[in-house]
């Protein structure tokens, strides 16, 4: 027997629609970063501007006060973080050959002993990269972004994409409230009020999870900050703040920070205890993390498996490359809400349960 279901042509409709849709987001998946990216941001913003807006300050000076406010605190950022790091990259460069040679005297003869591995690394060679790092980093850089050739292409990409995102935030958030009621008008009025149900929810989880995020971020830069100080790193404040600000990106910002810290460690101290402090700060800044300031901060409301949060990001990382990453899971919140909406409807309705 036929389903009622299958023969109502609204049904084929929407997978229509959502089967062009579908089509349409991967063709324009190259281009669609900047404007996805604004729109998080636009909705991250809006309650601010929506706070400045009155009777005495129009809509667009409130919004191009908060833009001017929201690009002050990223340059702050960069003119304390990118100088930190130069010299970090100095010093490395300035301590890479010693450690190099400690590992052709120590290192190398252990490892020949133990698994019969044999590697002798070119310090010379070595002493003259860092020398041409110390003396010229202009000629450098200048160097390996030459070198990177269609990369270069890739990098420019990047960089459109980057200045696109302030152009389409400041009208987003110009006409935030007009764009809204739009897609309120478009919505089908049988449909209309679970709809705004769904909505509802969605903008619950997102809210909780970017606003909450944002605190755990800056909680966890000024304890990796902090930690990596106590345990002695001079390079504390630069890979303490990264690994901060990385933690939107599970997995990545942790590999990360590690990473850095690691490198760092091993480069400054003459044993591994020194390397273990380090550790040490990275794997309580771990666990308080996953165990009391997220779900403090943030709560348990997106529910993605770690397996869904891995695809999730790969995923969007494969369809929108950078921005993809950083927005995977705040999307796949979004996605989530909906998906079960669907599900309670397929599992209530005659498709699922057959004719009644």
Not at 103 to 116: D, G, H, S, T, V
Not at 220 to 225: E, G, N, P, R
Not at 227 to 240: C, H, M
Not at 256 to 278: C, E, H, N, R
């Amino acid at each position: 027997m036929k389903l009622p279901v299958l023969a109502d042509p609204r049904l084929w409709g929407w997978l229509a629609i959502a089967l062009a849709s579908g089509v349409l987001i991967h063709a324009l998946s190259p281009i669609l970063a900047p404007f996805l990216a604004g729109a998080i941001f636009a909705y991250v913003l809006n309650p601010l501007v929506g706070r400045l807006t009155g009777r005495y300050l129009p809509r667009v000076v409130a919004v191009v006060l908060v833009l001017l406010f929201a690009l002050a605190l990223v340059a702050a950022l960069a003119l304390v973080i990118v100088p930190l790091f130069i010299k970090e990259l100095r010093m490395m460069a300035e301590r890479l050959p010693a450690f190099l040679i400690w590992l052709n005297q120590e290192a190398a003869p252990w490892l020949k002993e133990r698994f019969a591995i044999d590697f002798q690394l070119d310090i010379t060679t070595v002493k003259q990269l860092a020398g041409s790092i110390l003396s010229n980093n202009q000629d450098l850089v200048a160097g390996l972004l030459g070198s990177l050739k269609i990369g270069g292409l890739a990098l420019l990409a990047f960089f459109i994409n980057t200045m696109l995102v302030p152009v389409v935030l400041f009208f987003l958030l110009r006409d935030w409230d007009e764009i809204l009621s739009r897609i309120d008008h478009l919505i089908p009025r049988h449909l209309h009020a679970r709809a705004r149900r769904i909505f509802t929810e969605i903008d619950a989880v997102l809210a909780e999870f970017l606003r909450g995020q944002v605190i755990v971020m800056l909680v966890m830069s000024v304890y990796y900050s902090t930690a990596l100080s106590v345990a002695g790193l001079e390079f504390a404040l630069p890979i303490g703040v990264i690994t901060g600000l990385l933690v939107i990106v599970p997995y990545v910002g942790a590999f990360t920070g590690i990473l850095l810290g690691t490198i760092a460690a091993v480069l400054q101290f003459d044993s591994l205890a020194g390397v273990a402090w380090v550790w040490l700060a990275f794997g309580i800044g771990q666990m308080l993390e996953g165990m009391a300031i997220t779900p403090l901060l943030v709560g348990e409301r997106i529910g993605l498996h770690p397996v869904a949060v891995i695809f999730a990001l790969l995923a969007f990382g494969q369809i929108f490359g950078f921005f993809g990453v950083l927005l995977a899971l705040p999307a796949s919140a979004a996605l989530l809400v909906a998906l079960r909406h669907l599900k309670a409807a397929y599992l209530a309705g005659s498709l699922y349960g057959g004719p009644k």
